[in-house]
């Protein structure tokens, strides 16, 4: 049964900085195209940042350089470390895989964690 669970959300004050991880079971994600994503209260979900299998990454332009994505295939996991927080990035963030390339929409991927809640204020 593929699982992706994610974790280390929390609350924090702008400026602030927190690191998700998403644990990956059932599958190994080194062939897999990994991105996280958001959503806010009555907001679509959006791409935040996605890893190739061969380590490519692409941000949003509200993430960019703030934000590093990263892949640990051993461990089957991939990270989001999130710097210098802001109150727009305050959203329910999701891992998600696909087998393949990378796209920025969500509907074309395969496997999706439960979410964690990241909150800025």
């Known amino acids: 049964q593929v699982q992706l669970v994610e974790s280390g959300g929390g609350s924090v004050q702008a400026g602030g900085s927190l690191r998700l991880s998403c644990a990956a079971s059932?599958?190994?994600?080194?062939?897999?195209?990994m991105g996280w994503f958001r959503q806010a209260p009555g907001k679509e979900r959006e791409g935040v940042a996605r890893?190739?299998?061969?380590?490519?990454?692409v941000y949003s332009d509200s993430v960019k350089g703030r934000f590093t994505i990263s892949r640990d295939n051993a461990k089957n996991t991939v990270y989001l470390q999130m710097n210098t927080l802001k109150p727009g990035d305050t959203a329910m963030y999701y891992c998600?895989?696909?087998?393949?390339?990378?796209?920025?929409?969500?509907?074309?991927?395969?496997?999706w964690g439960q979410g964690t809640q990241v909150t800025v204020s």
């Open positions: 998600a895989g696909r087998r393949g390339p990378c796209y920025n929409n969500p509907s074309l991927y395969d496997y």
């Open positions: 059932g599958y190994t994600i080194t062939s897999y195209c």
């Open positions: 890893i190739q299998s061969n380590g490519f990454t």
